[in-house]
């Protein structure tokens, strides 16, 4: 583990930055996962931009592209929580593993968190969009690395 105090200012300033943006995502996850991020909370300002956009849709289909938009939410926020673990660990030995590792453990504590909220739902399902969202992201991060070394 890398030990911050050991480095000098502006040393110990690179290492916060590069761990302060995963930490702040993190806590965002963790506050939409609460009552803030639930399907009527969202429907606040989801809701009226679709029914601006499709002014025809009966409210059922308005509910279905709500629950389709949020479902897209969860691949992109962890494909964004992937790049901040990539971005904090890409110095570490075996740092592909952490990063997948810190996709799933943040996934799995958000679900649970989820299924202890009225407001919400905790999903296996979830889970499983949550990592795929993660995998993507590291993917892409993976081959668009190796690609510039290849080049370089």
Not at 45 to 50: E, H, R, S, T, V
Request: charged share 10%; net charge positive.
């Amino acid at each position: 583990m890398i030990n911050a105090f050991k480095y000098s200012g502006s040393e110990k300033a690179g290492v916060y930055l590069r761990y302060a943006p995963l930490f702040l995502w993190i806590a965002v996850i963790f506050y939409m996962s609460s009552g803030a991020g639930s399907f009527e909370q969202t429907s606040g300002f989801i809701g009226p931009l679709l029914a601006f956009l499709f002014p025809n849709a009966p409210p059922e289909t308005i509910a279905s592209y709500h629950g389709f938009i949020r479902k897209c939410a969860h691949f992109v926020v962890y494909g964004m929580l992937a790049f901040f673990a990539h971005m904090a660990f890409v110095r570490w030995p075996r740092w592909p593993a952490i990063v997948l590792g810190v996709v799933a453990l943040v996934a799995i504590l958000d679900e649970l968190n989820q299924s202890y909220n009225k407001a919400r739902t905790g999903a296996a399902a979830d889970v499983m969009l949550d990592f795929a969202g993660g995998l993507f992201a590291f993917a892409l991060v993976w081959f668009t690395a190796h690609r510039r070394l290849s080049r370089g």
